[in-house]
């Protein structure tokens, strides 16, 4: 924003320096650029559509009965949209829990699970899932973003 000179000197009676956030409104100043916006707008629409995806694959389409007790927490873009990180939890507490078999079974799985993401999803590009197998004791976070 440019100022004129009578404004730059009122600015300049009130204060040392002028600065170049000097006379803008806070609420467009801390706002992010609208394509970043958008884009974060997207990645959380696409963290929303997996989470459906995978918790409709865990509830019966894989045939794993280990795997059918998982629900999703929550997913989010780790950094970015290109891999999202799906944290999971298992719905069956009288079942023994085995978090490092959970998470390699999810590993050895994740071809598949990226294929019917992909099938669910309309992207130029499936994301790479990454798997973290939340504790019993951990309460699913709520959400799927």
């Not at 994301?127 to 197998?133: A, G, K, M, S, T």
């Amino acid at each position: 924003m440019t100022l004129d000179k009578r404004t730059r000197e009122q600015m300049l009676a009130h204060c040392g320096a002028i600065h170049e956030d000097d006379g803008v409104d806070p609420r467009d100043y801390f706002k992010p650029p609208r394509n970043e916006r958008q884009q974060n707008r997207k990645a959380l629409q696409l963290c929303r559509q997996v989470a459906q995806t995978l918790d409709q694959v865990f509830a019966g389409e894989l045939g794993d009965a280990g795997l059918s007790d998982l629900r999703v927490a929550a997913v989010r873009p780790a950094p970015d949209a290109s891999r999202l990180l799906v944290s999971v939890w298992n719905d069956a507490p009288h079942e023994p829990f085995h978090r490092e078999l959970l998470a390699s079974r999810l590993r050895r799985i994740s071809g598949r699970l990226r294929t019917e993401v992909a099938a669910a999803v309309t992207r130029r590009r499936a994301p790479i899932l990454e798997f973290e197998v939340l504790a019993e004791a951990d309460p699913p976070l709520g959400g799927a973003a």
